[in-house]
T-cell receptor
Framework: GAVVSQHPSRVICKSGTSVKIECRSLDFQATTMFWYRQFPKKSLMLMAT?????????EQGVEKDKFLINHASLTLSTLTVTSAHPEDSSFYIC??????????????FGPGTRLTVL | SQQGEEDPQALSIQEGENATMNCSYKTSINNLQWYRQNSGRGLVHLIL?????REKHSGRLRVTLDTSKKSSSLLITASRAADTASYFCATDAGRTGGFKTIFGAGTRLFVKA
């Protein structure tokens, strides 16, 4: 089956620093990747949609300058949390789909990255 | 709000009992999926039901979909302690919705041994 990896799985950083999270599709080409964040005991909230080679589309209320998304290749998307603050601490999950093949919009989810900002 | 609603928010049952979780959503959908998430872990895909389907089974799981009421239910039969997790429904609006997958608020299931 299709596999999506995320790196790192956990990261702790100081306030004010930037953190980059990678999302890779390992055995398929991801024309679209999605980024979600999840607070403890809450559901996943879609942050943005990125199509390979295009600018990401952000959901309402998500600051694009705060959460930089790059989808430069068909197997890699990155989310950079800039000038991180403690309130950015969360579980970040990506998902990927190959729009050329996904008959029923199957998406494959990464295992998530837990970000803790001190 | 992005999210649909799920009820109950939390459910505690004895091992062997059945667990039913409900999900309501707001827009037209292409398909609906159910996921499980153990605490602090990634998502596990359970089942996908397409908009033209009304019921689907997979092992101890039974999912129904009522598009007229914009609702779905997940039934876990003969529950086990290992079923303890959070369960989310997720809707996909297809091309017209940008292929976004929107998650419900989730139900936290606790199965007591």
């Amino acid at each position: 089956g299709a596999v999506v990896s995320q790196h790192p799985s956990r990261v702790i950083c100081k306030s004010g620093t930037s953190v980059k999270i990678e999302c890779r599709s390992l055995d398929f080409q991801a024309t679209t990747m999605f980024w979600y964040r999840q607070f403890p005991k809450k559901s996943l909230m879609l942050m943005a949609t990125s199509n390979e080679g295009s600018k990401a589309t952000y959901e309402q209320g998500v600051e694009k300058d705060k959460f930089l998304i790059n989808h430069a290749s068909l197997t890699l998307s990155t989310l950079t949390v800039t000038s991180a603050h403690p309130e950015d601490s969360s579980f970040y999950i990506c998902s990927a789909r190959d729009g050329r093949l996904a008959q029923y919009n199957e998406q494959f989810f990464g295992p998530g990255t837990r970000l803790t900002v001190l | 709000s992005q999210q649909g609603e799920e009820d109950p928010q939390a459910l505690s049952i004895q091992e062997g009992e059945n667990a039913t979780m409900n999900c309501s959503y707001k827009t037209s959908i292409n398909n609906l999926q159910w996921y499980r998430q153990n605490s602090g872990r990634g998502l596990v895909h359970l089942i996908l039901i397409r908009s033209n389907e009304r019921e689907k089974h997979s092992g101890r799981l039974r999912v129904t979909l009522d598009t007229s009421k914009k609702s779905s239910s997940l039934l876990i039969t003969a529950s086990r302690a290992a079923d303890t997790a959070s369960y989310f429904c997720a809707t996909d609006a297809g091309r017209t919705g940008g292929f976004k997958t929107i998650f419900g608020a989730g139900t936290r299931l606790f199965v007591k041994a």
